[in-house]
């Protein structure tokens, strides 16, 4: 089992930054793919970005390429997104989420979610 905890939403806005930080713990963070998803209301759940457990591969969704990064630090078991230019359209609730497949697959252990509101 792992346990996510997610943290650093808020109400920003538009052209603010956020970062979000999610803590693993219960097995080996670095055998995981971590992902951020996030899900806007009466829309689906989509990956946002993800980094390998190594960090040395990465995804991002096209709507947020060059405004969001994610990183990780094994030795302290976190994922971080850093959220730039936020536009209101990225108002949703945001989930931390970890793989042991690959960074865009096999998502199993999820955390409660960090709601980001972003005003006009």
């Known amino acids: 089992q792992v346990q996510l905890i997610e943290s650093g939403g808020g109400l920003v806005q538009a052209g603010d930054s956020l970062r979000l930080s999610c803590v693993a713990s219960g097995r080996t963070f670095s055998d995981y793919a971590m992902g951020w998803f996030r899900q806007a209301p009466e829309k689906e759940r989509e990956l946002v970005a993800a980094?390998?457990?190594?960090?040395?591969?990465?995804y991002y969704a096209d709507s947020v390429k060059g405004r969001f990064t994610i990183s990780r630090d094994n030795a302290k078991n976190t994922v971080y997104l850093q959220m730039n230019s936020l536009k209101p359209e990225d108002t949703a609730v945001y989930y931390c989420?970890?793989?042991?497949?690959?960074?865009?697959?096999?998502?199993?252990?999820w955390g409660q979610g960090t709601q980001v509101t972003v005003s006009a």
């Open positions: 989420a970890a793989s042991p497949y690959g960074v865009t697959m096999g998502y199993n252990y």
């Open positions: 980094i390998s457990g190594s960090g040395g591969s990465t």
